[in-house]
């Protein structure tokens, strides 16, 4: 039951920090729909998820009128699609863009691939359409798991998404690469992540299933307004107070659309998400803990506070929490990071430290154009290993920014923001990456 004095600070949260339901996302089952015919599966898929979501934005409108509550986004995943795909990919991807469009949702992930241990001849083909697929379509999200704890990582994948990122840089260049933007290479990927681009409705998930991602950087950086100088047990203590009672919201949220849709009820993903708006930034928390910019001697274990004490607060008020739950640290989507990036106090080698104990990776980070793609699989490389050794969901979204060099700024819109272009280590690693083959998992993998 939801007390009247969280009602009223729900309403303050909502008018003055801007929280927000980021999204409810239906996650889509699609085993199913397989067929030896590209153009018969993909019209099955269409039919399905057109079935199955097809009141998603209708109820998601109408709680958030009902109940007062933003609610930015509503999306959908579906199974990897290499899963259920015998031939060409391409004409699965226009029936799903045309289902989302259909359903009225931002975005739909699942244009994915699971490769941590190899590849089929469905992955392979689907890697290859990757960047014609993103450059075609509107709404669809790409993700391929190149490793994991339990089986190392792909090494053959790793390299070959160097390449497929520069691909698809290039087919988006009249957009800054947006194409980029909806792509992201995993390792230990999640199955029940409701943010894109990197969600999907994994093999263990049920036929269909509602996962709702709260938000709320500018809750938690107005709770510890009013810590200054206190120790960080305070710090942490009030950062677990706030992360309860934004993922209250967030269940409720969640509770009220499995009813209406008729479709159990999955996760909250407590990750606090961030937009280029002022007042809802992670990297603006960091600082209010005293550190001048993000990216200063002590950001990494700033940041690992937060992650911690989120988590700990939200495990509270959920009893179903999942997807990644944590905080999110990407650069065009926070106006706290753009800022300590285009001052040269954010690098990509301290983000990468900062990824060890965040909830992702190295995410919307624009580098230059002529960036190579062994050198993309390099960075690619090193956020997947850290992943497998910490056994934690990594992942690397990086946008070549064609034609353009380290300060240059690009611009994508809305939640996507801008970014200005950080330069990347000149030092060549491509007859690492040109090896190929398996890197073997940590020796604590062997748990059973």
Same mark, same amino acid.
Request: net charge negative.
């Given at each position: ?86 031939? #060409? ?14 359903? &009225? ?63 698809? $840089? $290039? ?20 199955? #029940? ?56 919201? &967030? ?17 909250? #993903? ?25 990216? $200063? ?10 992650? #911690? ?127 190929? &083959? ?11």
């Amino acid at each position: 039951m939801i007390e009247t004095g969280e009602i009223l600070q729900t309403m303050r949260m909502i008018q003055e920090e801007n929280f927000d339901i980021r999204t409810i996302t239906v996650g889509i089952n699609l085993l199913d729909c397989s067929d030896q015919d590209a153009e018969r599966c993909g019209q099955r898929v269409y039919d399905k998820i057109c079935s199955t979501a097809r009141n998603l934005v209708r109820v998601g409108e109408s709680i958030e009128r009902e109940l007062g509550i933003p609610i930015v986004n509503k999306r959908i995943s579906v199974t990897p699609v290499s899963m259920i795909c015998q031939g #060409d990919p391409r004409p699965i991807a226009q029936w799903l863009d045309k289902a989302a469009k259909e359903m &009225g949702v931002n975005f739909l992930g699942g244009y994915s691939a699971l490769m941590q241990k190899g590849a089929t001849r469905a992955d392979q083909r689907l890697l290859e359409s990757i960047p014609e697929v993103l450059a075609t379509t509107n709404f669809l999200c790409s993700s391929v798991n190149v490793g994991s704890t339990k089986a190392g990582l792909n090494m053959n994948a790793v390299r070959d998404m160097g390449e497929i990122i520069k691909r698809t $840089a $290039a087919l988006t260049a009249d957009s800054d690469g947006l194409g980029c933007a909806k792509l992201v290479v995993f390792a230990n990927a999640v199955e #029940d992540n409701p943010f894109m681009a990197g969600a999907f409705c994994g093999p263990g998930e049920p036929e269909a299933a509602i996962n709702v991602g709260v938000s709320g950087p500018g809750v938690v950086k107005r709770a510890l307004e009013a810590c200054k100088g206190q120790p960080f047990d305070v710090v942490a203590e009030t950062i677990k107070r706030t992360a309860f009672k934004i993922t209250r919201v &967030g269940q409720l949220v969640a509770r009220e659309a499995s009813q209406r849709l008729g479709i159990p009820f999955g996760i909250v #993903d407590l990750s606090l998400a961030p937009t280029p708006a002022r007042g809802d930034s992670v990297a603006h928390i960091l600082t209010e803990m005293g550190l001048e910019s993000a990216g $200063a001697p002590g950001t990494t274990a700033a940041l690992a506070l937060l992650n #911690d004490a989120v988590k700990k607060g939200g495990v509270m008020a959920s009893n179903h929490v999942g997807g990644l739950s944590g905080a999110f640290i990407p650069v065009s989507e926070d106006i706290g990071m753009i800022e300590a990036a285009s001052v040269g106090s954010l690098t990509l080698e301290k983000l990468e430290a900062m990824t060890c104990v965040c909830s992702v990776g190295l995410d919307m980070i624009a580098i230059p154009g002529d960036t190579s793609a062994a050198t993309i699989s390099g960075i690619i490389a090193d956020e997947a290993a850290i992943g497998m050794v910490n056994n934690k969901t990594t992942a690397v979204r990086v946008i070549p920014a064609m034609g353009k060099k380290a300060g240059d700024t690009v611009e994508f819109g809305g939640l996507l923001g801008y970014a200005p272009v950080m330069p990347v280590n000149r030092f060549s690693c491509d007859a690492f990456i040109a090896r190929g &083959g398996r890197i073997p998992a940590p020796l604590h993998s062997l748990r059973n």
